[in-house]
């Protein structure tokens, strides 16, 4: 194997991982919007916003990595360091986004990649037509449902240290 074909495969696997990343964003935003146009989930979404609860990490981890399991060989299709990438590219977004959906219950300040928790706003503003992103809102900016309310986070973000990043519901379905 030479360097090329190395150099090859590391692109192969970078870009599907970044490609996988960017669709199962458009992905989540799609799907719920879809949930609210009651077409998706209508009851199970009704219940999440009437409850204002997430279900802890794993749950919604689960929520967002089952559904894609028949998408993960995608990837696979060019060649094995795309199919490495894609999948790694899925399971990483579903960790990302199931930490982002609980977080924005638990403790919307950790949201530190994001100016404003957009899902946390979306429910605390009653947002029935706008700001459907969870883990990024660039998708509503795209599509013109992005709606820029004012919020201040509970400290400043330089006040948390590494470990309360940690402290969020992973297991159990909790409550506002």
């Not at 949930?35 to 279900?55: C, D, F, S």
């Not at 960790?95 to 959906?101: E, F, R, S, T």
């Not at 429910?123 to 201040?152: A, E, P, R």
């Amino acid at each position: 194997m030479n360097l090329t074909h190395v150099s090859q495969n590391l692109m192969a696997l970078i870009i599907a991982l970044l490609l996988a990343l960017l669709i199962c964003s458009l992905m989540e935003y799609v799907i719920h919007r879809l949930m609210h146009a009651r077409i998706v989930l209508a009851q199970k979404h009704l219940e999440h916003h009437k409850e204002g609860t997430g279900q802890g990490w794993w749950g919604e981890f689960l929520d967002y990595f089952l559904p894609s399991i028949p998408f993960l060989w995608f990837g696979f299709l060019h060649s094995t360091a795309a199919g490495t990438g894609w999948f790694l590219g899925v399971f990483t977004f579903a960790c990302i986004a199931a930490y982002a959906h609980q977080a924005q219950h638990d403790n919307p300040d950790l949201i530190f990649w994001l100016k404003k928790p957009v899902h946390h706003l979306h429910h605390q503003g009653k947002m029935w037509h706008h700001n459907f992103g969870i883990t990024v809102s660039l998708w509503d900016k795209v599509f013109g449902t992005y709606k820029d309310i004012d919020w201040q986070p509970k400290k400043n973000r330089t006040q948390y240290h590494l470990s309360d990043y940690l402290k969020i519901n992973w297991v159990n379905k909790t409550t506002d």
